[in-house]
Structure formats: structure tokens, C-alpha cells
T-cell receptor, first 114, second 114 residues
Framework: KNQVEQSPQSLIILEGKNCTLQ??????????LRWYKQDTGRGPVSLTI?????NTKSNGRYTATLDADTKQSSLHITASQLSDSASYIC?????????????FGRGTQLTVWP | EADIYQTPRYLVIGTGKKITLECSQT?????MYWYQQDPGMELHLIHY???????EKGDLSSESTVSRIRTEHFPLTLESARPSHTSQYLC?????????????FGPGTRLTVL
């Protein structure tokens, strides 16, 4: 069973609008949580990294939040652009192994229309 | 843009052929990884390496093999390709100094076995 669940599976919004993507996880013990952006046919690119002590982290128009108590994270995209069309992947890192085991969500496929 | 490269980007090959997917990085990273990703699904770790002459199998069983003779290179080999091997293969690396290190991904190789 996947320990990282993302919602919605897909989302279509109009250019200029805001949107919020959700990530729920059951990974324990928790080390940190990352959001990646993956363009079609490309490898994922890191947007944010948050440890359990951080609640919010921003990267330009992207703002990630983390509630380690409820094991939920969100990624908010402000003033969307056509180039934001991509899959957004939530990744949770397990603190309990030397490898730093990564658990991947299946991603939210975002489409921004003009 | 990360300095991690994969070749070929696309490969269509017949059943039974031997193939090698190349991955190289110029960042001097110790840890390298191979992931397999099917459309709309999460990334699955199939191999990883902590450094030269170190290779381990990941979570997802794979008939592929890897080698790490030099820090920069982490090639993946399929001795006899089958249609079930059709997938996207992503290579990644990280400096390996701590749990919050970002993984840098290559652009991926999309493999189709006929």
C-alpha cells in the first residue's frame, strides 16, 4: 500500500488562477517531505524540502505547508502560468534507515489552460 | 538544471536484445539511484549505489543489473529485454551527506520493448 497519497489525481485550471494540491502520508519515522515538479518526458525537479519542524516554505509562486501532527502537506500555486502544467509529486523521506528511504506519491497532473 | 545525463532518451527494441541505459553525473555525488516509472504511477526504486563498487537492489524486483566502476557513471543493463520491461527509467544522484539532500534526476529513458 502506498504510504503517500496525493489528491486530486488531476486538475485543470485557467491561467492566472490559484490552486492547492494535497498530500497525506503515513511514513514513520518522518525525516522530511519534498515536492517535485515533473514535466512530461522529463525527470522530477525539486521545488521545496521541509523538515518536521517547518510549517511553510516558499519558492517563488509555490508555497508548501506541512502539518507533521496530521501528516498532511499541501502545495499552493499562485497566479498559475501555462508552464506550470506538469505532474507534481510529493515525496516523504523515512528517517529510520541509512539510505533515507524515499516514498513517492503518484502525483497530481496539473493542466493550466489559457 | 542538474548535471545528470541519461542516454538514450528513447529506445525501441525487440524482445531478447541486450541493452544498456547510460547515466552519468558531473557533480561528484556519491549516491546514485535508478527508478522505474510507469505512466500515472509512482517512482519505484530498482537499484542504488553508495559509491564506487557499491550496488544494492531496491524495493522493486528488477531483472536488470547495475555497475559502479566510476563515481560519475551508473549504467543499467538488461541482458534480455522483454515487453514487461517497457517503462520509463530515471536515474538520480545526491551528495549523500544528509537526509535533507535533494535528489537530482536525469531526463529519463523511455524504453519500449516490442
Amino acid at each position: 500500500k502506498n504510504q503517500v497519497e496525493q489528491s486530486p489525481q488531476s486538475l485543470i485550471i485557467l491561467e492566472g488562477k490559484n490552486c492547492t494540491l494535497q498530500c497525506n502520508y503515513t511514513v514513520s519515522p518522518f525525516s522530511n517531505l519534498r515536492w517535485y515538479k515533473q514535466d512530461t518526458g522529463r525527470g522530477p525537479v525539486s521545488l521545496t524540502i521541509m523538515t518536521f519542524s517547518e510549517n511553510t516554505k516558499s519558492n517563488g509562486r509555490y508555497t508548501a505547508t506541512l502539518d507533521a501532527d496530521t501528516k498532511q502537506s499541501s502545495l499552493h500555486i499562485t497566479a498559475s502560468q501555462l508552464s506550470d502544467s506538469a505532474s507534481y509529486i510529493c515525496v516523504v523521506i523515512d528517517r529510520g534507515s541509512t539510505l533515507g528511504r524515499l516514498y513517492f506519491g503518484r502525483g497530481t497532473q496539473l493542466t493550466v489552460w489559457p | 538544471e542538474a548535471d545528470i545525463y541519461q542516454t538514450p532518451r528513447y529506445l525501441v527494441i525487440g524482445t531478447g536484445k541486450k541493452i544498456t541505459l547510460e547515466c552519468s553525473q558531473t557533480m561528484g555525488h556519491d549516491k546514485m539511484y535508478w527508478y522505474q516509472q510507469d505512466p500515472g504511477m509512482e517512482l519505484h526504486l530498482i537499484h542504488y549505489s553508495y559509491g564506487v563498487n557499491s550496488t544494492e537492489k531496491g524495493d522493486l524486483s528488477s531483472e536488470s543489473t547495475v555497475s559502479r566502476i566510476r563515481t560519475e557513471h551508473f549504467p543499467l543493463t538488461l541482458e534480455s529485454a522483454r515487453p514487461s520491461h517497457t517503462s520509463q527509467y530515471l536515474c538520480a544522484s545526491t551528495p549523500g551527506q544528509g537526509g535533507t539532500d535533494t535528489q537530482y534526476f536525469g531526463p529519463g529513458t523511455r524504453l519500449t520493448v516490442l
